[in-house]
């Protein structure tokens, strides 16, 4: 593979920082890596492929000879930038929900629908972290019969909230070990020793914006406009890694025996039938690894074409930085 100019947009924070680390462990062949970030954090100097890189102030001339940028920003600044990307000529490969649904944007999982990212004009998205790690465990299924409708919850790390995540529940943490009250900046309530069951903003309908994108987002991954999604997505005290509990209907019935060969076939998950002792992966045994776990696959008690399963992905990796770099990877070969 020839050697390609890459810029990582929000190269400081949680996502930026992994990708910066697949792409190495990836061994992508960078010629240029051109770290982006605000003006505070410009100036700093990380490692990479053996050389140091130095942060940049991102500005609207920061693209120019760039071959693809990786984005790993919110939606407000994932906007602000991507005329001045698609200007430079790089193709820009956005991790924020900023361009999901929107119809001339290819919305990319490589595994389940990667020849779409090829059909863009300058811009790809990355799904939302829950809904690569979903599908990523019912793609194999929808292969041999399409998915009609799913009810799904999400168990969602507070990594998933970035670095401010982490630092509230080990502050929490720290705090009840104390003796003192726990102080609430990040989320809601208190997260430590408990589960928040709202995640983003209200979508209008009772549900969140999170809890939409499952459906909204799922429809353009598997092809399936008429896909229904029922989604309730929930913080817990876990560090890393997503875990999700999804009951599907398939348009003909599908065999726990068919379901299992079919998740244990499909390229990037993991079937879990005996892994040290137990049936079930958990988010410690996902974490900094880019496979989707998938077990506890049985019928469904309520619906005779029904399959429920459990599975877990790292939502920082597979769920975001590894998906955009595994996407990239697929266009320079």
Not at 31 to 56: H, K, N
Not at 130 to 141: N, P, S
Not at 257 to 266: L, T
Not at 285 to 314: A, E, K, M, N, P
Request: with cysteine.
């Amino acid at each position: 593979m020839k050697k390609v100019n890459i810029g990582i947009l929000g190269a400081t924070g949680a996502v930026g920082c992994e990708m910066r680390k697949v792409l190495e462990e990836y061994e992508v062949p960078v010629g240029e890596l051109r770290l982006l970030a605000s003006a505070r954090s410009a100036g700093t100097g990380v490692p990479f492929q053996g050389r140091e890189v130095v942060i940049q102030e991102t500005t609207d001339e920061s693209f120019e000879g760039l071959d693809f940028v990786l984005g790993a920003v919110e939606g407000d600044m994932s906007r602000r930038f991507a005329p001045a990307i698609k200007k430079s000529g790089a193709v820009y490969i956005d991790n924020s929900s900023a361009f999901r649904l929107e119809p001339d944007v290819p919305l990319v999982v490589p595994e389940i629908n990667g020849a779409d990212a090829f059909d863009n004009h300058g811009i790809i998205a990355n799904p939302n972290c829950c809904t690569i790690i979903a599908l990523m465990a019912v793609a194999g299924i929808a292969k041999i019969s399409p998915i009609q409708n799913m009810v799904v919850c999400t168990y969602q790390a507070v990594s998933g909230a970035g670095q401010a995540g982490i630092a509230e529940l080990e502050s929490q943490m720290a705090s009840i070990a104390a003796g003192e009250k726990p102080v609430v900046k990040t989320f809601a309530t208190q997260i430590a020793m408990n589960v928040i069951p709202f995640i983003d903003a209200p979508y209008g309908n009772d549900y969140t914006k999170e809890e939409m994108k499952m459906q909204n987002e799922g429809r353009r991954i598997l092809h399936s406009p008429g896909l229904k999604v029922n989604c309730t997505c929930v913080r817990v005290p876990v560090m890393r890694s997503h875990s999700i509990a999804v009951t599907l209907r398939t348009e003909r019935k599908v065999s726990v025996e068919e379901a299992k060969a079919a998740v244990a076939a499909f390229p990037g998950v993991r079937l879990i039938e005996d892994y040290e002792g137990r049936c079930y992966p958990t988010p410690l045994d996902t974490s900094d690894q880019d496979l989707v776990w998938v077990g506890r696959i049985r019928d469904d008690l309520t619906d005779d074409r029904g399959l429920t399963l459990w599975c877990c992905g790292d939502q920082i990796r597979k769920g975001a930085a590894s998906n955009a770099v595994q996407i990239l990877l697929s266009m320079i070969r």
